[in-house]
């Protein structure tokens, strides 16, 4: 296979984030820092090198992109201001753009004013598609749902989520076709004989179980706030709660739904509190705003070296989730009032209109992570597990 060598790639990067990479000349400091590293003599100035010498293919395809938490260690203790901690991220904005055919991920990382456009554009129409299907506002929070009919909230949902699942499926399936080939991996390799199943399964739940929820690395290896953060603070457990929130009220949401097929309870039916998906809802709410609050705060106060750099894609990732939780929240509490009052209707809507957008922005956001890094830890956990069963 040939190799091509895009030699605008500096340049493009660029675009993506401020690390002046020119300004590397290899000395190793940052790999002696960090603590990610994993005995790799070359990590992470081995992809300042790649985007040195133009090879996107190889840039965009490394697993170990993905390895990296951004914890800044590494920029602290670079002698040239070369920035590896922001590279790190740059590049992984480059590679979400890159598998992105659609190209919107490109527009929202490098052109500020059309991207905006779009977000707005995209923001407007939901808003008004909703109110133009609005139904009657009740006095009683027993028909408050069908201010908005639930066969067009669901309708409208199921179209959206399948074409943000092709579009995902497009974007991780390529990126885990290319780490696969480059890393020389095959089905039969993953499923051929019982060890190799094995191994699979020791991969897979690296990725999935110890690192994405449970934050492994992150919460054991990158310590280095340890000495300066309260635990409430962590960089860890602003993630993870973000994380776990999200999930938690996906899987309300879910229980909801599936309540409602199985008649146990009717979508919007009220409840109190301590109802077990009302409960769950509610905490997995306050988990997504305690971590999303947190991240913006420290993106506003560019508290550290992690968070220097934000594009607009990164706020409006974070901007949409807080506004869909905190939106949340008002219309649980609207509904305990009674009657329930004409805001809590509008609210209602904007939450809708926003949870949607959200939705529809998810593989070209810094939401997209959360798909692109399990594929890459995957593939990193199949090439450790190489390791450490070689040795
Ligand atoms: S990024 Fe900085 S610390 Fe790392 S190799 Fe280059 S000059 Fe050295
Ligand atoms: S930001 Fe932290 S985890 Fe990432 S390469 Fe630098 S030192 Fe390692």
Known sequence: MSTVVNTNLITDLQKFGGADINACFSCGTCTATCVLA???????????????????????????????????????????????????????????AHYDKTRIARILYTRPVVGSAIVVGAGLFFALFFAAVRGEQSTTSLAFFDFIPYPVIHTAGIVLMVMVALFSLLGVGTLARDMARHDGVTWRSLLGTRSARARTGRALWSALGLESLGQKRYREDCHDDVEVEPLYRRRWLIHALTIWGFLGLLLAT???????????????????????????????????????????????????????????????????????????????????????????????LLHVAVAMELVLFLPFTKFAHAMYRPVALFFYGLARDDTTHAG
């Open 38 to 96: 994993d005995n790799d003599a070359t990590f992470p100035r081995r992809f300042i090198r790649l985007a040195q010498v133009g090879l996107t293919d190889d840039l965009v395809a490394s697993k170990e992109l993905w390895t990296c938490y951004q914890c800044g260690l590494c920029t602290t203790n670079c002698p040239t201001q070369a920035d590896p901690a922001e590279f790190m991220a740059t590049s992984r904005r480059y590679a979400i």
């Open 254 to 348: 879910t229980l909801d739904y599936a309540f409602d097929i199985v008649g146990i309870k009717a979508t919007g039916t009220p409840v109190p509190i301590w109802y077990p998906v009302r409960l769950l809802g509610t905490v997995a709410g306050l988990a997504l705003m305690y971590g999303v609050t947190w991240f913006m705060v420290n993106r506003a106060r560019k508290e550290g070296v992690s968070f220097e750099h934000s594009k607009p894609s990164d706020w409006l990732f974070l901007v949409l989730l807080w506004v869909t939780g905190f939106t949340g929240f008002v219309i649980e509490a609207a509904l305990y009032l009674e009657p329930v009052p004409a805001w809590g209707y509008w609210i209602f």
